[in-house]
């Protein structure tokens, strides 16, 4: 049977008028920004936490963007509000759906560069990969994107606004005074896109605080998985600071290999990782750690490497994720086969770990794990130049 081609969606944008000099974006502002920020328009400190409350719940409950639609607020305050704040997100720049039903938008934010996020949907849930970072600077010589050069770090608002442009275009946000519809299409969020979450630590944080606020958005903390490479001193403060699950990028059993696959593992290596992690699920109250695992062939995937594996995390709640590698163009690697991956899965599971094989979602439009490298970024790499920077050719 041969397969459906992706359905491409490429959304027209206007260009969208410049907000007047002196404006400040509301998006991403903390409760005590916001409530500042007000105090310097001029509402008395008096009613300031009322009116935050009022313009939270329109901002992040209702996704209104037009202070002119914030009923509760007399028109003269909505007239104030308009002429000091803008509420902005991030522009859709396309939209891409898969035969699966995965969708991956390319984003523009601003300075013109473009980060790439993916919804995928399943039964009973939706999750939402978000980026961090324009590009990234770990160079994981298995991962498409470890191939772009880092640009910058996303902003607070950069990366709720992708969570904020994702709940547009599914249509999601309820309407006030209408009964509220707890099934939701986007209820959970990985922070697995692009970039590293834990280099732009502040930013991810302020994001997800406010994802996570119960009178806006109101994702539950374990709805959210932050996913590193391997950030060793960042891992502590996201159990005090943020408090959602962890998913770790692990895929080799052994520092020679980690060394090549991830390089960060050459300043944080296997030992100190698993040390900062085996604390992790205490300091968080999180049920268990999620080890990501790559499937490579003759790389990392023995019977070896399962045993291997199943002794180094022993005595961290935990689960393994196990991926078949997504290939992309110029990849140095491929995929395990079927029964290799699931050899390796049977091993790890009757040590007594879950370990479910991920199926590959969104590969038709390269919005799979690992794949996401945005286009206006790209720079072409050849197997040989891979192969040579990760020191397995």
Request: proline share 5%; charged share 25%; glycine share 8%.
């Amino acid at each position: 049977m041969t397969a459906k081609a992706p359905i491409t969606q490429d959304v027209m944008t206007l260009p969208r008028k410049l907000p007047q000099e002196g404006k400040v974006n509301l998006v991403a502002m903390t409760r005590d920004q916001m409530r500042e920020a007000l105090i310097a328009m001029g509402t008395t400190e008096r009613q300031a936490k009322m009116r935050v409350g009022q313009i939270w719940q329109w901002i992040y409950q209702w996704g209104v963007r037009d202070f002119a639609e914030m009923t509760n607020l007399s028109k003269a305050y909505r007239a104030d509000l308009d002429a000091a704040f803008v509420i902005e997100i991030p522009e859709m720049v396309s939209r891409q759906v898969s035969e699966d039903g995965t969708r991956k938008y390319l984003v523009r934010i601003a300075g013109g560069h473009e980060v790439e996020v993916v919804y995928i949907p399943e039964e009973g849930r939706g999750t939402l990969c978000v980026s961090s970072q324009v590009g990234c600077t770990l160079t994981c010589s298995f991962c498409h994107t470890g191939t772009q050069k880092l640009v910058r770090n996303l902003t607070a608002g950069e990366i709720v606004g992708q969570i904020m442009m994702a709940r547009d275009d599914l249509g999601e946000w309820p309407k006030p005074g209408e009964p509220k519809d707890e099934t939701r299409l986007l209820s959970n969020i990985v922070l697995m896109g692009m970039g590293e979450p834990l280099y732009n630590f502040a930013n991810v944080r302020d994001a997800m605080k406010i994802a996570m606020d119960g009178e806006g958005i109101s994702l539950s903390r374990r709805r959210i998985t932050l996913s590193t490479s391997g950030v060793v001193p960042e891992i502590a403060r996201t159990a005090r600071e943020i408090g959602c699950l962890l998913a770790v990028s692990f895929h080799a059993t052994t520092d020679e290999v980690r060394d090549k696959l991830v390089p960060i593992n050459k300043r944080w290596n296997i030992e100190t990782l698993l040390d900062a992690l085996r604390e992790y699920p205490k300091a968080s109250n999180s049920e268990r750690i999620t080890f990501e695992y790559v499937m490579l062939e003759g790389v990392n995937d023995s019977d070896e490497d399962a045993r291997r594996l199943v002794k180094l995390i022993e005595g961290i709640p935990a689960k393994i994720n196990l991926i078949p590698f997504n290939e992309w163009p110029g990849a140095p690697y491929k995929r395990s086969s079927n029964n290799r991956i699931h050899a390796f899965a049977d091993i790890i599971y009757k040590a007594g770990y879950a370990s479910p094989i991920r199926t590959p979602r969104g590969e038709d439009i390269m919005a799979a794990c690992g794949q996401l490298k945005s286009a206006s970024e790209r720079e072409r790499k050849s197997r040989r130049q891979i192969e040579a920077e990760s020191g397995l050719g």
